[in-house]
């Protein structure tokens, strides 16, 4: 067990729709990463906060949005979802995002776009 | 751009031996970390092992030993005393140091596959 919780573990939902992926990083972790795992792409970084503020974007779409709260965890938000937005999504956390610190991962929410 | 390269879609092994997997990188950082990632069938992103490039000696973490070779941008996992339970996706992953960011860029990844 990683101690990052992701919910929910599975997402099914038609084209078009919204929705909102979970994250609650290890106890003490102040960073939050965000990637998407699909077979075309394979593993890519989305987003990061720490402690509350965006630190860098990846190839994350303008139809997706993060926030990251006060208490730490991090929402991951999906819109207007179209059939290539199946995917599995990961979030990670670290202490903190300097010195290399390894990022430990969630279970993932699986997506799926009918 | 930094870009891992992961050139064994698939391999194999025997129960109790070893094998080598390959990862190869690309940048013109000096100072970086490498890390290897398990994703079992469970899809679980389990972390293996991390190298620190400023550092010469060579990670080991019990049967999991890596062979880094910073000036030919090389990164191998060796896998010792295989088990059934090495059975799993591989992952090489590249992180820079860049001022409060340090995103993973993967590799596509190594599917391993342990004989009994």
């Known amino acids: 067990d990683s101690g990052v919780t992701q919910t929910p573990k599975h997402l099914i939902t038609a084209t078009g729709q919204r929705v909102t992926l979970r994250c609650s990083p290890r106890?003490?972790?102040?960073?939050v990463y965000w990637y998407q795992q699909s077979l075309d792409q394979g593993l890519q970084f989305l987003i990061q906060?720490?402690?509350?503020?965006?630190?860098a974007k990846g190839n994350i779409l303008e139809r997706f949005s993060a926030q990251q709260f006060p208490d730490l965890h991090s929402e991951l938000n999906l819109s207007s979802l179209e059939l290539g937005d199946s995917a599995l999504y990961f979030c990670?956390?670290?202490?903190?995002?300097?010195?290399?610190?390894?990022?430990?991962f969630g279970d993932g929410t699986r997506l799926s776009i009918l | 751009a930094q870009t891992v390269t992961q050139s064994q879609p698939e391999m194999s092994v025997q129960e109790a031996e070893t094998v080598t997997l390959s990862c190869t990188y690309d940048?013109?950082?000096?100072?970086?970390?490498l890390f290897w990632y398990k994703q079992p069938p469970s899809r679980q992103m389990i972390l293996v092992i991390r190298?620190?490039?400023?550092?010469?000696q060579n990670a080991t973490e019990n049967r999991f030993s890596v062979n880094f070779q910073k000036a030919a941008k090389s990164f191998s996992l060796k896998i010792s005393d295989s088990q059934l339970g090495d059975t799993a996706m591989y992952f090489c992953?590249?992180?820079?140091?860049?001022?409060?960011?340090?995103?993973?860029?993967f590799g596509k990844g190594t599917k391993l596959t342990v004989n009994p």
């Open positions: 106890s003490g972790d102040l960073s």
């Open positions: 992953a590249f992180m820079k140091t860049q001022g409060g960011s340090e995103k993973l860029v």
């Open positions: 940048t013109s950082e000096n100072n970086y970390y």
């Open positions: 906060y720490y402690n509350g503020e965006e630190r």
């Open positions: 990670a956390s670290s202490v903190s995002p300097t010195n290399g610190q390894p990022q430990h």
């Open positions: 190298q620190e490039a400023y550092k010469q």
